[in-house]
């Protein structure tokens, strides 16, 4: 057999993409599908969307590759996380529309739980901070404010599940209610360290066991699906950032990959511990393999590549966002100017949420390019900051880390990181890393790839870049963000 079919739904498009045995790129198909806002906060999906357009890219990127089920040795599927949908197990249709990460609306909820000090019980066992991102309490949501949701889910009418088990479900038809420990440890249910559903969380969120699928290994055999016109095992499955964690190729304790898109997602592999963080960073798991679990430190910026689309849409000093390279080349450095992209207040390490953009630094001589320029740098310096808090927790000293994502092309950014990181930063020619991930995890477990160390040999840099900046030039940088951070933050009166 000649591929393996990764099936990565994202928040915005559901993609398929065709994977040869080298881990290249064959073919690709995507669709968007509608984002719902139903009030200011709120952001929801429709499930059957989903699974429809999955299901379209799927049996379109086989047509492009001219390739019939009996090409593909196996699925894998990647997704957006936490996103939470609820369906009848009868009739397997959605009892409402799937609540996405970004939705906030239970917000107060979660303050009610750090106001009850749950906040140490949590992260213990979880591994997160409370936050509405995660699916326990959009869970919660759905049986207290759909009609008869919680009768019928005290019944065991009822299934939960995020993307990966809803594609799974449809997949095989209604037969596998199943999902992966990545996906498990995003919501905000499950024992990280005792790899299990948490009974006292349950109960907690008022949510019956019987509705939550079962976790199995990342790289395993989930079920079969007849769909596509012949019988295909799923055989992996993992959360977008995990995913994109083992497609970079970060499988030994202490490798980083970063992805820089909207915003940023860190992820640190600590190996077979999971690590507490004193720092605010997420403690998640990374993978369970054979029955070996490991795990990953977590740190997101808000806003990253944002920042790119707020100097086109909100200063409209380049046209689009590869614009911003030449501009900020242009000029031999930022002139003293800093910006705090802290448009959405900040992430870890920070977790401030009153602090606001800050533009510091200027003077008469500041022109549009020396913006630009502050605009990649505070890029760069959020995520050193991350990077830092990860050092510390975890003990471990960054080699080199892992590039990928939409602006990971800009070669200015990825040496002003480089340089501030002062460590090697390495860009991988495919750059589908979160669909290579899901490919590889299915791949190893059909044989399609015999192990790990095969897949790590596919693994190729487009392009390495290596830190050139003086150590006191650096520290010049550091200390000025330090100072422009402090002007950013609790900046909003509450
Ligand atoms: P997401 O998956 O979060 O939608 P992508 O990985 O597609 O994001 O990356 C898109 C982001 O990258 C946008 O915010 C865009 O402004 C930014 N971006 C794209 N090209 C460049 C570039 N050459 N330099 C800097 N930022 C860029």
Same mark, same amino acid.
């Given at each position: 057999m000649k591929f393996i079919l990764a099936l990565d739904q994202g928040t915005t498009s559901s993609r398929a993409i065709l994977f040869n045995h080298d881990g290249g790129i064959v073919a690709v198909a995507q669709k968007e599908f509608k984002q719902i806002f139903p009030k200011p906060g709120w952001v929801e999906h429709d499930a059957q969307e989903i699974w429809a357009t999955q299901a379209g890219v799927a049996s379109e990127v086989l047509h492009k590759a001219r &390739?019939? &089920?009996? @090409?593909?040795a196996a699925i894998g599927i990647t997704n957006q996380r936490e996103t939470a949908v609820v369906w009848d197990r %009868?009739?397997? %249709? #959605?009892?409402?529309n799937a609540i996405v990460?970004? +939705?906030?609306?239970?917000a107060p909820v979660c303050d009610k739980l750090r106001a009850r000090k749950l906040d140490k019980l949590i992260q213990r066992k979880t591994?997160?901070?409370?936050? &509405?991102?995660?699916?326990a309490t959009k869970v919660q949501w759905i049986l207290q404010n759909v009609k008869g949701a919680k009768a019928r889910a005290a019944k065991g009418e009822l299934a939960f599940g995020t993307i990966d088990s809803w594609l799974l479900w449809n997949l095989t038809g209604g037969e596998v209610h199943a999902t992966d420990v990545s996906n498990a !440890?995003? $919501?905000?249910?499950?024992d990280i360290r005792k790899g299990d559903w948490d009974d006292e969380l349950l109960k907690l969120f008022g949510?019956?066991? !019987?509705?939550l699928p079962e976790v199995k290994d990342s !790289?395993?055999?989930?079920g079969e699906t007849t769909l596509l016109g012949g019988s295909i095992p799923v055989a992996g499955i993992a959360g977008d950032q995990q995913a994109a964690l083992f497609g970079q190729v970060c $499988?030994?304790?202490g490798m980083v990959k970063n992805t820089y898109g909207t915003g940023c997602f860190m992820l640190m592999n600590t190996g077979t511990k999971p690590i507490a963080s004193k720092n605010k960073l997420l403690t998640t798991v990374a993978w369970r393999i054979n029955g070996k679990t490991e795990y990953a430190l977590e740190g997101s910026v808000f806003i990253a590549g944002a920042a790119i689309q707020w100097l086109r +849409?909100?200063?409209?000093?380049? %046209? %689009? !966002?590869? @614009?911003v390279e030449p501009l900020a080349a242009s000029? #031999?450095?930022?002139?003293?100017v800093y910006l705090v992209p802290a448009f959405a207040g900040l992430g870890?390490?920070?977790?401030? &949420?009153y602090a606001r953009g800050t533009l510091v630094g200027?003077?008469?001589?500041?022109?549009a390019a020396h913006i630009a320029r502050a605009a990649l740098e505070g890029i760069a310096l959020q995520v050193m900051d991350i990077l830092k808090a990860m050092e510390a927790d975890a003990g471990i000293k960054l080699k080199e880390l892992g590039v990928d994502g939409g602006?990971?092309?800009n070669n200015l950014l990825m040496q002003m990181q480089c340089d501030l990181l002062g460590v090697p930063t390495l860009r991988p020619k495919i750059n589908e890393t979160t669909a290579l991930g899901a490919a590889f995890l299915a791949g190893l477990a059909v044989r399609f790839w015999n192990n790990q160390a095969q897949i790590a040999k596919q693994?190729?840099?487009?392009k390495k870049f290596k830190p050139a900046m003086k150590a006191a030039a650096r520290t010049k940088i550091t200390s000025g963000w330090n100072r422009a951070l402090s002007r950013a933050k609790a900046w909003e009166e509450s």
């Open positions: &390739a019939k &089920a009996e @090409d593909v %009868k009739t397997g %249709k #959605p009892i409402c990460w970004q +939705d906030r609306r239970t591994g997160l901070v409370i936050d &509405a991102y995660f699916s !440890s995003r $919501t905000m249910l499950y949510i019956p066991r !019987s509705m !790289s395993g055999i989930f $499988t030994q304790p +849409d909100g200063l409209g000093i380049i %046209k %689009k !966002s590869p @614009d000029v #031999p450095d930022t002139g003293g870890a390490p920070h977790w401030d &949420a200027m003077t008469r001589g500041t022109t602006a990971c092309v693994w190729q840099v487009d």
